[in-house]
């Protein structure tokens, strides 16, 4: 059975020592399935999370490549070709790595935010 996005992914707003703030993708067993890079304040990190949304409907956007021991990696871009999330997870096959992509496609301005910098 399929989950519908609102049980199976949600965003987590964060804040790390030096106060730059970030966000996380996570599923529902609170695994971190993308990373963003660091903002300077927590509006322009909740745009970011609108960029991963709108991005993650392009196939275009997503850049996945072999890297050592044949794992594979996936990196989102913006329309100018900027890395603006990464997916910390190698995976063992293209397959498995196209088939995630596949998953983010369901992400929507719905997916739920948890700020933990409150």
Same mark, same amino acid.
Request: glycine share 0%.
């Given at each position: 059975?399929?989950?519908?996005?609102?049980?199976?992914?949600?965003?987590?707003?964060?804040?790390?020592?030096?106060?730059?703030? $970030?966000?996380?993708?996570?599923?529902?067993?609170?695994?971190?399935?993308?990373?963003?890079?660091?903002?300077?304040?927590?509006? %322009?990190?909740?745009?970011?999370?609108?960029?991963?949304?709108?991005?993650?409907? %392009?196939?275009?956007?997503? +850049? &996945? +490549?072999?890297? $050592?021991?044949?794992?594979?990696? &996936?990196?989102?871009?913006?329309?100018?070709?900027?890395?603006?999330?990464? =997916?910390?997870? +190698?995976?063992?096959?293209?397959?498995?790595?196209? %088939?995630? =992509? +596949?998953?983010?496609?369901?992400?929507?301005?719905?997916?739920?935010? &948890?700020?933990?910098?409150?």
């Amino acid at each position: 059975m399929k989950h519908s996005n609102n049980e199976k992914f949600f965003f987590e707003i964060n804040k790390d020592k030096d106060n730059f703030f $970030y966000f996380q993708l996570k599923n529902k067993e609170d695994k971190i399935l993308l990373k963003s890079w660091q903002f300077t304040n927590k509006t %322009n990190c909740r745009n970011g999370i609108k960029t991963v949304i709108r991005n993650s409907k %392009n196939e275009e956007r997503f +850049e &996945v +490549e072999q890297i $050592y021991d044949k794992k594979w990696m &996936v990196r989102m871009k913006t329309v100018n070709s900027k890395t603006i999330a990464i =997916i910390p997870k +190698e995976f063992d096959t293209e397959e498995e790595a196209k %088939n995630f =992509i +596949e998953d983010l496609k369901s992400l929507s301005l719905k997916t739920p935010i &948890v700020d933990k910098t409150k």
